[in-house]
């Protein structure tokens, strides 16, 4: 089973500040990866799919990378909107992994 | 616009079955373009992918959970459903119903707004 480990756990940060999310798998995967935006009380809302393809409707200032087993979502300018948790989500053989998650607080 | 309804007790007794539907509208569910999942999340915890159906009824589940899982899909009814077998309070949490493209790089979405599931003693 691939485990998928996000670092940090916990982020805080300030409106217009640039945060970068890791996403790091146990083994050497394919771009199968999603990443996801949840606010308390809310279902997750897809931001990112195959790595770095962006959903219709997310702001660019969301972006996604992969290196090798590390995968990289990007918010460029914080907005206060963009205060939650992210997932990443990792797809292989059929099988579903989602990360542990990084939740994003304002400083 | 598609939306997912999630439906089903809000309390179950240990050792008991956990029984939700998730019912579709604003589109089919016998599609051979999607999958159809269940997610949980316990609370103040991470995502758990439960597993996933196929409009033709294939399964996928999550090895955690294969011994006590069971989804079911309905496309008369354009609905597919879950059991989860001898609950536990660690079953306790919020379950989600989601769609997701059969292509591997997609990702879940849209998601129904959860309900909640509670085990108790």
């Known amino acids: 089973d691939i485990q998928l480990t996000q670092s940090p756990s916990f982020l805080s940060a300030s409106v217009g500040d640039r945060v970068t999310i890791t996403c790091r798998a146990s083994q050497v995967v394919t771009s199968y990866l999603a990443w996801y935006q949840q606010k308390p009380g809310k279902a997750p809302n897809l931001l990112i799919y195959g790595a770095s393809t962006l959903q219709t409707g997310v702001p660019s200032r969301f972006s996604g990378s992969r290196s090798g087993t590390e995968f990289t979502l990007t918010i460029s300018s914080l907005q206060p909107e963009d205060f939650a948790t992210y997932y990443c989500?990792?797809?292989?053989?059929?099988?579903?992994?989602f990360g542990q998650g990084t939740r994003l607080e304002i400083k | 616009q598609l939306q997912l309804q999630e439906s089903g007790p809000g309390l179950v007794r240990s050792s008991e079955t956990l029984s939700l539907t998730c019912t579709v509208s604003?589109?089919?569910?016998?599609?051979?373009?999607?999958?159809w999942g269940w997610i949980r999340q316990s609370p103040g915890k991470g995502l758990e992918w439960i597993g996933s159906i196929y409009y033709t009824g294939d399964t996928y589940y999550n090895p955690s959970f294969k011994s006590r899982i069971t989804m079911s899909i309905d496309t008369s009814k354009n609905r597919f459903s879950l059991r989860l077998s001898s609950v536990t309070a660690a079953d306790t949490a919020v379950y989600y119903c989601?769609?997701?493209?059969?292509?591997?790089?997609?990702?879940?979405?849209?998601w129904g707004q959860g309900s909640l599931v509670t085990v108790s003693s």
């Open positions: 604003g589109g089919s569910i016998n599609s051979d373009t999607y999958y």
């Open positions: 989601a769609r997701r493209r059969i292509e591997l790089w997609a990702g879940f979405d849209p």
């Open positions: 989500q990792q797809l292989n053989s059929y099988l579903i992994a």
